[in-house]
T-cell receptor
Framework: EADIYQTPRYLVIGTGKKITLECSQT?????MYWYQQDPGMELHLIHY???????EKGDLSSESTVSRIRTEHFPLTLESARPSHTSQYLC???????????FGPGTRLTVT | GENVEQHPSTLSVQEGDSAVIKCTYS??????FPWYKQELGKRPQLIID?????GEKKDQRIAVTLNKTAKHFSLHITETQPEDSAVYFC?????????FGTGTRLLVSP
């Protein structure tokens, strides 16, 4: 089934650890996005990509990095997790336009 | 860059009443204005959108209006039902990305 997948769904880690949040979509979309969202609150754009080998920083200052080596895969890496990174991370994708985005189920990250 | 403001932050209505959520945007270059609905514990989903050259669009119980001159747009939900309870986000879309409003938590009481 064409969808967008995120793993892990929940993650609890200690301060200073390096983590990678995975996002994959099987819809063949060219554009992908990462958002940070505290539950039910505002969506903050962290990174986005127009296609393979294209990445851009969003509006939220973040100590994270992304890569886009394959169309379907857009992982987010935190080099050194901090308690301030505790939040939900949503991945999304879109085809052609930017206004019709499909979201993944999210990864809820807790940094202790 | 684009800035989207959304009001109110919370809205409580009785089942059957109408609900209106309002947004303003700053960037004249924005040309699409989508609305997303996020139910508790679920992912945001696009429910309706409007282009900058259209003044109003309807889809069953929901409608969106756009005043391009005043740079504001609104979501109207008629005959609200408990399943309409969710957080609603407006957004402005230019060429590169979406800028979301801060969200409105709608609670529909039976």
């Amino acid at each position: 089934e064409a969808d967008i997948y995120q793993t892990p769904r929940y993650l609890v880690i200690g301060t200073g650890k390096k983590i990678t949040l995975e996002c994959s979509q099987t819809m063949g979309h060219d554009k992908m996005y990462w958002y940070q969202q505290d539950p039910g609150m505002e969506l903050h754009l962290i990174h986005y990509s127009y296609g393979v080998n294209s990445t851009e920083k969003g509006d939220l200052s973040s100590e994270s990095t992304v890569s886009r080596i394959r169309t379907e895969h857009f992982p987010l890496t935190l080099e050194s997790a901090r308690p301030s990174h505790t939040s939900q991370y949503l991945c999304a994708s879109s085809e052609g336009t930017v206004y019709e985005q499909y979201f993944g189920p999210g990864t809820r990250l807790t940094v202790t | 860059g684009e800035n989207v403001e959304q009001h109110p932050s919370t809205l409580s209505v009785q089942e059957g009443d109408s609900a209106v959520i309002k947004c303003t945007y700053s960037d004249s270059a924005s040309n699409y204005f989508p609305w997303y609905k996020q139910e508790l514990g679920k992912r945001p989903q696009l429910i309706i959108d409007i282009r900058s050259n259209v003044g109003e669009k309807k889809d069953q119980r929901i409608a969106v209006t756009l005043n391009k001159t005043a740079k504001h747009f609104s979501l109207h939900i008629t005959e609200t039902q408990p399943e309409d309870s969710a957080v609603y986000f407006c957004a402005g879309a230019g060429f590169q990305k979406l800028v979301f409003g801060t969200g409105t938590r709608l609670l529909v009481s039976p």
